[in-house]
């Protein structure tokens, strides 16, 4: 680190312990004018208040604590500074070593990790190959895949590691994340397109249309929406939301049931990605929508995304049989 940051660090923590030895030297003297024990000249909710000292055991605790701060910094290292301390301790060898035995040491632990990344991966790689190869060594079709009872168990576990966070343990996400166990797919449900999701991402956006629909528009297209999923609405509001629809069409449809190619939503249905009140779909029309699902390919590999998407897509088998 360099002397201007270790300097900094300094003065910051010699700053806060003299600071507190100050105002604690200001609060122990007496500058009233009052007595101590004696009642001082001002009263609060018919309450007055004696000039009585803090307590010596209070003071002289706080004292103690100050003492040991300030001897504390002068004996151990100071974190993230050069200053090693006068008992030169360290909790590790490192702080005993050059910069240039540092920087060597810390390549020998990305190194090591490296290293157990690719024994992890020597280990369990031939169970992931042997479960989405054939014998030809080519890539197995992903619904027999979903067929095999060992490889949906392992589709499973990497499931859990990488993707519950946002869609859940049990796969039926959240509010702005799809649940994966329905028939409901944006982009398409078959197995080959679950697994083009996991290799390279999507990005989902549904631009504001508040400037250009106004809020009357709003209103109106939202009634329209709500009735295409059977809801109660003001049919006028409806008849005259179905009419600005068209604006909404090139991407849903013009019967709203949505578009695979563009990942826009079916509306005639009752799954609703971000809710699917009244308030929640005019603030989707207002306001726009912007998703994005993560590329897996350079972080999982193709072999691990072909176990999660065969998982994926046999939970929405079983939500169809």
Request: charged fraction near 20%; include cysteine; proline fraction near 3%.
């Amino acid at each position: 680190m360099s002397i201007f940051w270790t300097l900094w660090i300094t003065i910051i923590t010699l700053t806060v312990i003299i600071g507190c030895a100050v105002l604690l030297r200001a609060t122990t003297k007496n500058n009233t004018g009052v007595e101590e024990g004696q009642p001082m000249p001002h009263t609060y909710d018919g309450i007055q208040e004696l000039n009585n000292p803090l307590p010596k055991w209070w003071v002289g605790l706080f004292w103690f604590t100050i003492v040991i701060a300030l001897l504390y910094s002068i004996m151990f290292p100071t974190y993230g500074s050069n200053w090693n301390g006068l008992l030169n301790w360290s909790s590790s060898e490192q702080s005993t070593l050059t910069r240039q035995e540092r920087n060597e040491l810390a390549k020998t632990s990305q190194s090591q990790y490296q290293r157990e990344m690719n024994a992890a991966e020597e280990k369990y790689g031939a169970v992931f190959k042997q479960l989405t190869y054939d014998e030809n060594g080519v890539y197995k079709d992903l619904t027999l895949v979903a067929q095999d009872s060992e490889a949906i168990k392992v589709g499973q576990r990497l499931y859990l590691q990488n993707c519950s966070q946002c869609h859940g343990s049990d796969a039926r996400g959240s509010t702005g994340f799809p649940n994966l166990t329905d028939n409901d797919w944006l982009y398409g449900g078959d197995a080959d397109t679950i697994k083009l999701t996991l290799m390279h991402g999507r990005k989902g956006a549904m631009p504001a249309w508040a400037d250009i629909l106004g809020e009357q528009g709003i209103k109106e297209v939202t009634s329209y929406v709500l009735q295409l999923s059977g809801r109660r609405v003001d049919l006028l509001e409806a008849k005259a939301g179905k009419e600005r629809f068209v604006v909404c069409s090139a991407c849903h449809g013009a019967d709203g049931k949505g578009m695979h190619a563009v990942g826009a939503p079916n509306l005639t249905d009752t799954i609703w990605l971000y809710g699917g009140s009244r308030k929640a779909v005019e603030a989707t029309l207002r306001n726009g929508r912007n998703g994005v699902m993560p590329a897996w390919k350079d972080v999982l590999g193709e072999d691990k995304i072909n176990l999660i998407s065969a998982y994926v897509y046999s939970l929405s088998q079983q939500d169809s049989q």
